[in-house]
C-alpha cells in the first residue's frame, strides 16, 4: 500500500486528492492546524473512527507549516511514498494585507519540507503547488517557458518555492517537480474567491436573502478549471520516471464579466441589476490576463481537463442552490454529473471502498 502525506489536507484541492488517493488505495496522512472550531469539514465524509474497528486509512496529525517543528519525525514516522504540499496563505487580495506572514507560510513552508525531506533520508517524492500567479504581467498564453512576471507577494512567495524545489531538485536529486497549476474551482472552493463568491450570491439572490453582491475587477480574466481534474494531475506529475514541471490549465480563458453572465444566466437573471462595484476588492497590481498553454501536460501526462467553463459554473450553481435549500434548475446538477462519467466512477469507487468492498 502506497503511503502519501498531505499539507493543507482541510483545504479545497486537500480534500479532493484525498478521495483520489483513497480510491486509489492509499494510506493519506494529512496535516491539520489546530483550530478552536472544526476545521476538518471538507474531509468529514471520508473520516473512519478507529474505535469502531473500522477499515482506517486516512490518518490526521497536527502541526504548522509556518514553522519545521516536527516535520522531520512526521516523516521518519510515516515513511510516506509521496508528500504533497498544498499548505498556503492562498488569497491573493490578502496577501497584500499580510505580506511578510504570506511569504513565510506560502514560500518559506516549501523549504521547510524540502530540508525535512533531506534531513530525514526520505525517499518520498515531493509535489510542489505552484501558481500561474507567478506568470503575473506575462503575455498570454503562458507556458513550462514563459517568464515569471509576478504581480503580488503571494505570488512571489510561490515564486520562491518554484525555485527552492528545482534546486533541491538539482542539487541533492530530489524527486521533486511544480505543478504550475491555473484557477481551479468547485463547489468546495472557498467563500472568498471569486468564482464561489459569485455562485453563492446567485443562490442567496434566488433565495431571496441577498440584494446585491460587491465585487471589485470584472476585467480580469482567468483559465477557470474544475478541481477534481485538477488533483489528478498532481498525481501524475508523482507517477513519472524523471521529476519534470508541468502547467495545468484548460486552455480557455473567460472574464468575470463572463463568470457573471453565465452564473446568473443560468437562473434566468441579469447580474447587472444585483452587482456593484466596491474598490475594496482591487488589487494594488492585478494579474490581467491568464490562459494556460498546457499542451506539454497533454502529451506527456496523457491528462486532459473533463469539465470546461460552462459546466464548471453549473455544478457550481447547482451546489450552491442546494446548500441554500432549493431545487437545482430544472434537474440540472444530475444532468451536468452525468455528463461528467470521471466524477461517477470515482464517487463509485470511493463509496464501494467505503463500504469495504473493495
Ligand atoms: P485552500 O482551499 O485555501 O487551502 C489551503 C490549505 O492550507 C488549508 O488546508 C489550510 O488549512 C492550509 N494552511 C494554511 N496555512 C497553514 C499553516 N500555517 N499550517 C498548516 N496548514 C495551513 O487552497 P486550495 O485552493 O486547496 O489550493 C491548494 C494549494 O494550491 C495552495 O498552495 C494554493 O496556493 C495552490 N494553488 C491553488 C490554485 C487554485 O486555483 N485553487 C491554483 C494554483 C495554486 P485551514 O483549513 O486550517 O485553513
Ligand atoms: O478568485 P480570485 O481571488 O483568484 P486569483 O486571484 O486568480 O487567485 C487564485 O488562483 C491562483 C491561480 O492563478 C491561485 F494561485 C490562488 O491561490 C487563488 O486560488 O480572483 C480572480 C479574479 C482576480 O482578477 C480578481 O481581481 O477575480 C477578480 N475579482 C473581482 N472581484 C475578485 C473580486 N476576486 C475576489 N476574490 N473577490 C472579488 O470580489
Known amino acids: 500500500m502506497k503511503k502519501a502525506l498531505i499539507t493543507g489536507i482541510t483545504g479545497q484541492d486537500g480534500s479532493y486528492l484525498t478521495e483520489f488517493l483513497l480510491a486509489k488505495g492509499y494510506e493519506v496522512h494529512g496535516i491539520i492546524r489546530r483550530a478552536s472550531t472544526f476545521n476538518s469539514q471538507r474531509l468529514d465524509h471520508l473520516y473512519r ?5 473500522d477499515d482506517v ?3 490526521l496529525h497536527y502541526g504548522d507549516i509556518g514553522s519545521s517543528g516536527n516535520l522531520s519525525d512526521l516523516i521518519r514516522q510515516v515513511q510516506p511514498d509521496e508528500i504533497y504540499h498544498l499548505a498556503a496563505q492562498s488569497h491573493v487580495r490578502v496577501s497584500f494585507d499580510l505580506p511578510d506572514y504570506t511569504g513565510d507560510v506560502t514560500g518559506l513552508s516549501t523549504v521547510r519540507i524540502l530540508e525535512a ?24 498564453p503562458q507556458h513550462e517557458e514563459t517568464p515569471f ?4 507577494p503571494y505570488a512571489a512567495a510561490k515564486l520562491y518555492a518554484y525555485w527552492v524545489t528545482r534546486n533541491y531538485r538539482d542539487g541533492y536529486g530530489l524527486y521533486a517537480c511544480n505543478g504550475i497549476l491555473f484557477n481551479h ?8 474567491f471569486v468564482t464561489r463568491k459569485i455562485t453563492r ?6 433565495a431571496g436573502r441577498q440584494q446585491h453582491l460587491y465585487l471589485g475587477n470584472l476585467d480580469a480574466r482567468r483559465d477557470w478549471g474544475y478541481a477534481p481534474d485538477y488533483v489528478e494531475a498532481m498525481w501524475l506529475m508523482l507517477q513519472q520516471e524523471q521529476a519534470e514541471d508541468f502547467v495545468i490549465g484548460t486552455g480557455e480563458a473567460h472574464s468575470v464579466r463572463e463568470l457573471l453572465d ?7 437573471l441579469d447580474w447587472n441589476q444585483y452587482v456593484r462595484i466596491d474598490e475594496k476588492y482591487y488589487r494594488p497590481t492585478e494579474v490581467d490576463y491568464l490562459l494556460a498553454d498546457p499542451q506539454k501536460a497533454f502529451a506527456r501526462l496523457k491528462w486532459q481537463p473533463r469539465v470546461h467553463f460552462r459546466e464548471l459554473v453549473r455544478i457550481m450553481v447547482d451546489a450552491d442552490l442546494e446548500l441554500a435549500g432549493l431545487a437545482a434548475p430544472g434537474e440540472g446538477r444530475s444532468i451536468l454529473e452525468e455528463r461528467y462519467d470521471g466524477w461517477h466512477r470515482w464517487q463509485d469507487q470511493v463509496a464501494s471502498m467505503e463500504k469495504g468492498t473493495r
Open 117 to 140: 525531506i533531506r534531513r530525514a533520508d526520505s525517499h518520498a517524492r515531493f509535489y510542489q503547488a505552484s501558481s500561474s500567479e507567478m506568470f503575473g504581467s506575462a503575455s498570454p
Open 185 to 192: 474551482e468547485s463547489p468546495r472552493r472557498g467563500e472568498t
Open 201 to 206: 450570491a446567485v443562490a442567496a439572490i434566488v
Open 57 to 59: 486509512r486516512l490518518y
Open 149 to 152: 512576471e509576478p504581480q503580488s
Open 262 to 268: 453565465e452564473a446568473f444566466g443560468y437562473v434566468g
Open 49 to 53: 473512527d478507529p474505535h469502531n474497528g
